[in-house]
């Protein structure tokens, strides 16, 4: 009898279950709290550092070259070192950002943002990897809808209080931010996922980085929806970056952008409903909507040389469609990748963050070096968007939609 009790206690913890996509949603959720405290402070960091427009353009371009390449060479990491470990140094990265930021000058604060940028690079590596092994492809969209609500509070209060915070007492949204992190990795160890499914049944060596990319180029369905989340990104890079920087010397003060991003987050709980109208209009129609209907807005921000608050409207009102973007936009790419391909592929679409960082400030440089102008920085952006909705009336339109019994006899 007692070794039946015994048996009985120690057996919940042996065989915890599985982690669901509400435990996904929850964890997306703290490290929103990291990152939603931090992202009104870079750029205006970064500029208050660096003096110049022109200068943190520069700094961010070679900041994403860094973390480009750093997402490349994660998976071949990923041979040495068990995943848990790898999420473990993700965390890590975010501390070190921190302390780097803290300390504050001209050279350490492009090095914070750096350790920052390789430590989100591995966290969403990392996490989507986990994702793809312990949800399925029905909760996909579920799981993303649900993390978007779950981080709607921290980036609604986070951008604004970080900036007033930050004007008393430059250190207080850094320490925030590092202890908002050692919750995230509580949290993550609690869910014990260990290395993962993928990586626990694999037999055969990994395919070093040129051989999947290589399969990567060659299925146009994965292609695509990289560009959507390349292009989604590059939006919320000019939202982030030369909005606070434009308020500053359009002389409507570093509030104002802090407020924006405030008023933007609070769309993430409209997160469900969007996912909702999607699903009713069908995923290629979604896309298509909010990626022209984001296009719109930014051209409107793009009056901004004129008239600075239509900048501050503009670009507020294109946020609503990129959170749409945020809750959908990545399931055309998670759809389509195969089950054998999902560490590697994942280690593809993570690097969307750093091409659209490559790109945006890069673009910017260009614009803003022969023109001096953030509202053409707007302007251009509105045309990627554009574009991007072009490519998505190419989608097949039944992708996302879920088969029937008849359907999937057939098959």
Known sequence: MPERVTSALVQPVLHRAAPGFRDFALLGGLESCVRGMLVAIWPLEMYHQLGSKEAVSWAYFMVGIASLCWGLAVPILGRIMPRRWMYTMAAGLYLLAMSLAVTGGPWLTPLALLAMGFGVVTNQICINAYLMDYISRVDLG?????????????WTIGPAVAVILWQYWRPAPFVIASLATLVMLTQFWRLRMGNGKAIARARRPHPNPLAYLGRFLRQPRLVAGWMFAVTRSSGWWVFIVYLPIFCVEAGLGDRIAGLAFALSSLQLFLAPLMLRWQRRVSLRRAVMIAFASAAICFALASLGAWWPLAAVAGILAASF???GLDAFGSLPFLIAVRPAERTEMSAVYASFRDVSGILTPGVAFIVLTLTDSIPLVF??????????SLLAGRLHPRIGVARGPATAAAK
């Open 379 to 388: 302007l251009v952006t509105a045309v990627g968007l554009g574009a991007m």
């Open 142 to 154: 579920r799981s993303e809808t649900l993390r978007l609500f779950y981080s709607a509070l921290p």
């Open 321 to 323: 469609f990129l959170v």
